[in-house]
């Protein structure tokens, strides 16, 4: 999938929490209360919604109660949410090239490219020239990059299943498939229809 994160929220899983990032650049219109897009489209005043019902401020909300937790268990081994949600992704993908990887990271790419020489450094991570096309870097996990995952597994899994408990299974499971169809969206301007000469 090439859109931002993983939108299982398995939390180390797929760790699919860090998909509340990317409604940060749609803020003023999901604030809107109004849904009368000739409202918006005109340029209207409209009132602002109530920041617990703000799509962006919920989710982000969200992410930061579920992400405490999992700080507190990545801060025991060192090692940064980042770094970890990029080891989840070439785990899960296999050898990825580094655009690639940024996008389903959710991270910038030159942020990314900074954060892999430090990887490298640590033997998490390793570095190779694209056979196809030499201007490219595919990224593969190490077996020290698996062990950090390995180690946090246990952890991971028990996190996880507190959260089931505390808000019921059938519940995450949908939260999770609506995320997926957030994360699916066509989130491109409209037209009004085909363009004139």
């Known amino acids: 999938m090439s859109h931002c994160c993983s939108a299982r929220l398995g939390l180390f899983k797929n760790d699919a929490a860090a998909v509340m ?5 749609f803020w003023a219109l999901f604030d809107l209360v109004s849904s009368d897009q000739e409202t918006v489209k005109n340029g209207h005043n409209a009132p602002l919604r109530r920041t617990a019902r703000s799509l962006p ?24 949410e980042q770094k970890f949600r990029v080891l989840r992704v070439v785990e899960e993908s296999g050898p990825m090239e580094q655009t690639a990887l940024a996008q389903q990271a959710c991270l910038l790419l030159p942020s990314l490219t900074r954060m892999l020489r430090a990887m490298e450094e640590e033997g998490l991570l390793s570095r190779a020239s694209d056979p196809d096309d030499g201007r490219k870097s595919i990224v593969t996990i190490t077996d020290q990059g698996q062990q950090i ?7 991971a899994a028990a996190l996880f299943s507190d959260f ?11 939260l999770l498939d609506m995320l997926e169809d957030l994360v699916n969206l066509d989130m491109q301007k409209k037209t009004d229809g085909p363009k004139k000469d």
Do not use: C, W, Y
Not at 21 to 25: A, F, M
């Open 164 to 174: 089931e408990a505390r808000f019921g299974k059938q519940r995450m499971e949908d």
């Open 57 to 80: 401020i919920a989710l982000l909300r969200a992410r930061e109660r579920v992400m405490g937790p999992i700080r507190e268990i990545l801060n025991e081994s060192g090692i940064s």
């Open 21 to 25: 990032v990317i409604v940060t650049p």
């Open 149 to 155: 995952l390995q180690d946090h597994a246990g952890d």
